[in-house]
């Protein structure tokens, strides 16, 4: 890890450490959110790394916006941070529009969504957006003309029916009826600026808050079984325990690595087969090594106090969102298929970069 990435995630682990314990995503669940962590990560400019300093943002690349995003995923952190900058941010500095004070969102492209757009007027329905509801803008895709465009919509003059994720994150459906959009909420849509493009960038998104999250749920599971006893002795050293212990580390090491290499290789933009793979492996992670968890944890995992459960029911909802894991793997099934057997080794055994091949952690293919 490059040394301005390494502090930059010390200092994001300090603030999320003292702003977001599980005690605050408690009452973050109960109001659906988070106003004093939202404030401090702003101040700090954090929501928008990876959106180029001359449209706004923070400056940086895809894998310091992923280096942080895996810090929020460790807190169980109830904030937008990847919708707003990675997501939104992105679509909006690449096609020149304004970034808005305030939170982003994005369309994330449900079955039955629509979008049209005449003029300037605006007809849509969105469903499951996250934060829709507390959003200053929600960014979407339209066709005008002919013509691709990105809309910056302003959440004031939608309808907001509120909805939740198991999480109890906010995922809400927003309607805009025939509203005039301002002059500043339309532009072309560049080349490689598209629903593909951001379902991609939300894939890796959820794989690098998954891969923070795994990585705290195998630190709970170490604590607590080393320290429970039963037969005067940690339970962590019966077999049993062992192998579950065992199971989540592999996981998180997997998914870790995977959500990585996809983070590092995104020079500008994520690549389709990084991407699918580590969202595949994120999505498996997510379902094997939270029910190992919770079976090393037994009942108190399931309170709602405790942190284990506020990060498993993360994993569970971030596994399924921006494609599952047997989404991806059909995806990356077809793209390899298609380039034939002898792009399949090629594929398979190249595309680590220097920053992580050269390290003891990247010493694969």
Known sequence: MSDDRQMLTEVATGLFGDLCTPEDVVAAEATAWSGRLWDALSESGFPLVSVPE??????????????????????????????????AGWALAAAGLELPEGTLSVAVG?????????????TARLSRVPWGGRSTRVVAFAETGGQRVVVSAPTAAASVTPGRNLAAEPRDTLVWDDVELPEDAVAPAPDGVDPAALRLR??????????????RVSELSLRYTGERQQFGRPIARFQAVQAHLVTIAEETQLAGLAAQVA?????????????????????????????????AHGAIGMTKEYELGQLTRRLWSWRDEFGGERYWSRELGRRLAAEGADALWPSISTGLVGELAGSPEGAVA
Not at 57 to 69: E, F, I, K, R
Not at 110 to 122: F, K, S
Not at 285 to 294: D, N, Q, S, Y
């Open 54 to 87: 001359e449209a706004g943002g923070s400056g940086g690349d895809v894998a310091d916006a992923c280096a942080l995003l895996t810090v929020a995923g460790r807190f169980a952190a109830p904030v937008p941070l990847a919708e707003t900058g990675l997501l």
């Open 202 to 215: 939300g894939a890796l998104a959820r794989s690098a808050q998954i891969a923070g999250a795994l990585a």
């Open 110 to 122: 449900r079955p039955g969504d629509t979008v049209r757009l005449t003029g300037r007027r605006l």
């Open 263 to 295: 983070a590092l290789n995104a020079r500008p933009d994520p690549s389709f087969d990084d991407v699918a793979a580590a969202k595949a492996a994120a999505g498996e992670a997510a379902t094997v090594a939270a029910r190992a968890a919770h079976q």
